[in-house]
């Protein structure tokens, strides 16, 4: 089945620096891919993802990229704001399960100001 | 207001003493997952449903149970809870169709077996 290894396990950086999150997936079938914000206390909730057929999506300072060939993706944070320290999933979809989502362990950022 | 609610919150129970967790959603949702969530290990697949009477085992279903009667309910059921049950519980639902969509979490359910 699919595995996802996701690093760093935590990520501490200044206010205004760059992060930058890395996945890798061991599935060549996956081929959907998302990143996911949990917030200390709260739900996961999604801020990006891209699909197979897509090298690279940006919304405002946070981009991910995807390297089919090498299987793996990245999620780049760019200016970092305090209000970013959280901590960060990424998960790939094995096509044959549909809605199934397999998660990556974790990044704790913390953003320092 | 769109939303996937859980209930209860938190839960203390012991050891062998069935409980179950509500799940629902307003989306009309097709597709809805459990997941615990352990430290170091992110967010493990319990069950999953695709529809009304359709479940499947997920990576993590020694345990467990779970029933799809409603489209809107998926509830979680431990016949008889062990310590090593003792994590956080995340449901979740999302639209079915040929792509996979968004999942959308409830607020989670904090159990504590003793």
């Known amino acids: 089945g699919e595995n996802v290894e996701q690093h760093p396990s935590t990520l501490s950086v200044q206010e205004g620096d760059s992060a930058v999150i890395k996945c890798t997936y061991s599935d060549s079938a996956s081929n959907y891919f998302p990143w996911y914000k949990q917030e200390l206390g709260k739900r996961p909730q999604l801020i990006i993802d891209i699909r197979s057929n897509v090298g690279e999506k940006k919304d405002q300072r946070i981009a991910v990229t995807l390297n089919k060939t090498a299987k793996h993706f990245s999620l780049h944070i760019t200016e970092t704001q305090p209000e970013d320290s959280a901590v960060y999933f990424c998960a790939a979809s094995p096509m044959e399960y549909g809605n199934k989502l397999v998660f990556g362990a974790g990044t704790i950022l913390r953003v320092k100001s | 207001e769109a939303q996937v609610t859980q209930n209860p919150r938190y839960l203390i129970t012991v050891t062998g003493k069935k409980l179950t967790v509500t799940c629902s959603q307003n989306?009309?949702?097709?597709?809805m997952s459990w997941y615990r969530q352990d430290p170091g290990l992110g967010l493990r697949q319990i069950y999953y449903?695709?529809?009304?009477?359709?479940?499947d085992k997920g990576d993590v279903p020694e345990g467990y149970k779970v029933s799809r009667k409603e489209k809107r309910n998926f509830p979680l059921i431990l016949e008889s809870p062990s310590p090593n049950q003792t994590s956080l519980y995340f449901c979740?639902?999302?639209?079915?169709?040929?792509?996979?969509?968004?999942?959308?979490f409830g607020p989670g359910t904090r159990l504590t077996v003793t």
């Open positions: 449903s695709m529809n009304v009477e359709v479940t």
């Open positions: 989306m009309n949702h097709e597709y």
């Open positions: 979740a639902s999302t639209r079915g169709g040929l792509f996979v969509h968004e999942q959308y």
